[in-house]
């Protein structure tokens, strides 16, 4: 089973700062990962896919970057619509499992 | 656009069996490509698939919770279900609905679901 290690697990940050979250494959999974966003009350909304495309109507601030087993998400200035719980998720090969991280919340300083 | 709209029982008793079922307007369950998918989230933690499949039929669980799970699709009422046997306080969560993309390229493959229903919270308890 390929686990998915997030970190930090807590970020602290002030609007306008940049975000860095980090998404560790136990194994490599090539580009294929995607990362959620989460806030209270409401579903997941898919943010990027295959490690660095921008979902439709997600804004050009988040992007997404990496392969292998190192993965980021990146917002260049955030929002306060951006404080939330991030999640990477992946599938494995066989037998065919979706797994997800454990989350980064990210908090207003 | 696509939506998607979770229904069933708020609270099943411990033992007993629990029903979701998933309806998706705005377009057809039988398109091709798309696969649709079951995920919940305990209160207060983190998101865990539960199965997977394909208007066709072709399913895919997860092995932890293989043995207690059943995904079917009713096409001709665009819907598609879950049922999770023997529910324990631990099965407690919000389960959501999903259409999602699933294949295999380069060597390795890849899922992700997009969108998603809004959600439902199951509470088992007597």
């Known amino acids: 089973e390929i686990v998915l290690t997030q970190s930090p697990a807590t970020l602290s940050l002030s609007p306008g700062e940049r975000a860095s979250l980090s998404c560790r494959a136990s194994?490599?999974?090539?580009?294929?990962l995607a990362w959620y966003q989460q806030k209270p009350g409401q579903a997941p909304r898919l943010l990027i896919y295959d490690a660095s495309n921008r979902a439709t109507g997600i804004p050009a601030r988040f992007s997404g970057s990496g392969s292998g087993t190192d993965f980021a998400l990146t917002i260049s200035s955030l929002e306060p619509e951006d404080f939330a719980v991030y999640y990477c998720?992946?599938?494995?090969?066989?037998?065919?499992?979706?797994?997800f991280g454990q989350g980064t919340r990210l908090e207003i300083k | 656009q696509l939506q998607l709209q979770e229904s069933g029982p708020g609270l099943v008793k411990p033992s007993e069996t629990l029903s979701l079922t998933c309806t998706v307007s705005?377009?057809?369950?039988?398109?091709?490509?798309?696969?649709w998918g079951w995920i919940r989230q305990p209160p207060g933690k983190g998101l865990e698939w539960i199965a997977s499949m394909y208007y066709s039929g072709s399913t895919y669980y997860n092995p932890s919770l293989k043995s207690r799970v059943t995904i079917s699709v009713d096409t001709s009422n665009n819907q598609f279900s879950l049922k999770l046997t023997s529910v324990t306080a631990a099965d407690t969560a919000v389960y959501y609905c999903?259409?999602?993309?699933?294949?295999?390229?380069?060597?390795?493959?890849?899922?992700?679901?997009?969108?998603w229903g809004q959600g439902t919270l199951v509470t088992v308890s007597s």
């Open positions: 999903a259409k999602h993309v699933w294949g295999c390229s380069g060597g390795s493959c890849y899922a992700w679901f997009d969108p």
């Open positions: 998720q992946q599938r494995s090969n066989w037998p065919p499992l979706i797994t």
């Open positions: 705005g377009g057809s369950i039988s398109s091709s490509y798309h696969y």
């Open positions: 194994q490599s999974i090539h580009t294929h």
